[in-house]
């Protein structure tokens, strides 16, 4: 029995016939097609050729309603319920994650990472060959991972509009990144490559708990624990320089985006990094009910801001549109030069790295703080 919507199709330029079953083209997009070739007689192609063969095949000249004919197969039921998920094809580890249980490849060769601020720094540090990440609306990388990253790593779209035609082209042995990306298109992606879904309350729980969960989905414990033992040495030099020769009292984190301010306690990562090096927060920026990261402020209570010395992120995190304008509104109010900080010539202008919550943005963080306040 054929559905309403199926069609017939031939593939040309194979060197083979393809066995098609009968597909639901008003449902399925290029990439689930990619994807259910692989599996039903076109392994032989590579993932690209996948990829263009489906985009042929979906064009009205390869395709015709039920009743015409192109080609050669009879059509019986498939649908995206159907496809697979991908296999190992050497030797694996079992990872359990949000959504489930995961065979993934014991040294991974092709990762695609489906964050650009946390898992892929994370895991271009601890040396995993990724080639795809998506870049965000901006189709470009911030400049503090773009300094990191290997020139060939390919955007694969955004949270809302991810590639899954790329993300299949890239013939990626693991995928990992966090529930909002990859949940919405889990069935999709697991039928490309090995899926790791990734909690983003893990985060929550400190930036290095996090860190250390990815390291062992890469099986890197020991590498990241020796990246730490590094990072937590160059945090005692600094403090015991911070403690020597500054009279610094206490330091402010605020983000400024259009409509608000924000300041980052010590439990978001910046602030937590601001405390391991030892400097004080305000009374008010720690006595914070229920111990949330992020207080939130109208731009009218910028006195609260105030600090000996402040650290400030404009924008940041796709969220950059009218941020620079609300910092200059800002700096022509009254009120701003009467900040402590601005009278001490205390104010320090950062990127988004203090938004991250990993391993280099950590080390980055402390670049600038040895920079602005030890000179």
């Given at each position: 029995?054929m559905h309403?919507n199926?069609?017939t199709i031939?593939a040309?330029n194979?060197?083979?016939?393809?066995d098609f079953?009968?597909?639901d083209?008003?449902?399925?997009?290029v990439?689930?097609?990619?994807?259910?070739?692989?599996h039903h007689?076109?392994a032989h192609l590579s993932a690209i050729?996948r990829?263009?063969?489906?985009?042929?095949?979906?064009?009205r000249r390869f395709?015709?309603?039920?009743?015409?004919?192109l080609?050669?197969?009879?059509l019986?039921g498939?649908?995206?319920?159907?496809l697979?998920?991908?296999?190992?094809?050497?030797?694996?580890?079992?990872?359990?994650?949000v959504?489930?249980?995961?065979d993934?490849?014991?040294v991974?060769r092709r990762v695609?990472?489906?964050?650009f601020?946390?898992?892929l720094?994370?895991?271009?540090k601890?040396?995993?060959?990724?080639?795809?990440a998506?870049?965000?609306a901006?189709?470009?990388?911030?400049d503090w991972?773009a300094a990191l990253?290997?020139a060939d790593?390919t955007?694969?779209g955004?949270n809302?509009?991810?590639?899954?035609?790329?993300m299949?082209a890239?013939q990626?042995?693991?995928?990992?990144?966090f529930?909002?990306f990859?949940?919405?298109i889990?069935?999709?992606?697991?039928a490309?490559a090995p899926t790791v879904?990734l909690?983003?309350?893990?985060?929550?729980?400190?930036?290095k708990?996090?860190?250390?969960q990815?390291?062992?989905?890469?099986g890197?414990?020991e590498?990241v624990?020796q990246?730490?033992r590094?990072?937590?040495?160059?945090?005692q030099v600094?403090?015991q320089?911070?403690?020597e020769?500054i009279?610094i009292k206490?330091v402010?984190?605020v983000?400024v985006?259009?409509d608000?301010?924000?300041i980052?306690t010590?439990l978001?990562f910046?602030g937590?990094?601001?405390?391991e090096a030892?400097l004080?927060?305000?009374?008010?920026?720690t006595?914070?009910?229920d111990?949330?990261?992020?207080?939130?402020?109208?731009?009218?209570?910028?006195?609260?801001i105030?600090?000996?010395?402040m650290f400030?992120?404009?924008?940041?995190?796709g969220r950059?549109?009218?941020?620079?304008?609300t910092?200059?509104?800002?700096?022509?109010?009254?009120?701003?030069?009467q900040?402590?900080?601005?009278?001490?010539?205390?104010?320090?202008?950062?990127g988004?790295?203090?938004?991250?919550?990993e391993l280099?943005?950590?080390?980055?963080?402390?670049?600038?703080?040895q920079?602005?306040?030890?000179g």
């Open positions: 029995m309403n199926s069609v031939f040309r194979t060197t083979d016939i393809v079953e009968c597909l083209f008003d449902t399925m997009s990439s689930e097609l990619a994807v259910w070739l692989h007689g076109a050729e990829v263009e063969l489906a985009e042929r095949l979906t064009r395709i015709t309603r039920a009743g015409g004919l080609g050669a197969a009879a019986a498939c649908t995206q319920s159907e697979e998920p991908a296999q190992v094809a050497g030797p694996k580890r079992t990872v359990q994650h959504l489930g249980t995961t993934v490849p014991e991974p695609i990472t489906c964050d601020y946390f898992t720094p994370t895991a271009i601890l040396q995993m060959p990724v080639v795809g998506p870049f965000g901006t189709q470009a990388l911030p991972v990253a290997p790593v955007d694969v955004t809302a509009e991810p590639n899954l035609e790329r299949a890239l990626p042995d693991l995928i990992i990144g529930a909002f990859l949940e919405p889990y069935t999709e992606v697991t490309i879904v909690p983003h309350e893990m985060l929550n729980n400190g930036w708990n996090g860190v250390r990815l390291a062992e989905v890469f890197q414990q590498t624990e990246y730490f590094d990072y937590d040495q160059r945090v600094l403090q320089a911070i403690g020769e009279a206490t402010s984190l983000r985006l259009k608000e301010l924000r980052h010590k978001h910046g937590s990094v601001l405390a030892g004080s927060r305000p009374s008010h920026h006595n914070v009910d111990e949330q990261p992020v207080i939130r402020l109208t731009l009218e209570q910028i006195e609260q105030d600090a000996d010395a400030v992120i404009v924008g940041g995190g950059n549109e009218g941020a620079s304008q910092f200059e509104t800002l700096q022509q109010n009254p009120l701003w030069q900040l402590q900080a601005v009278r001490n010539g205390s104010v320090y202008p950062v988004d790295h203090w938004l991250s919550g280099h943005a950590a080390n980055l963080i402390l670049d600038d703080l920079s602005n306040l030890l």
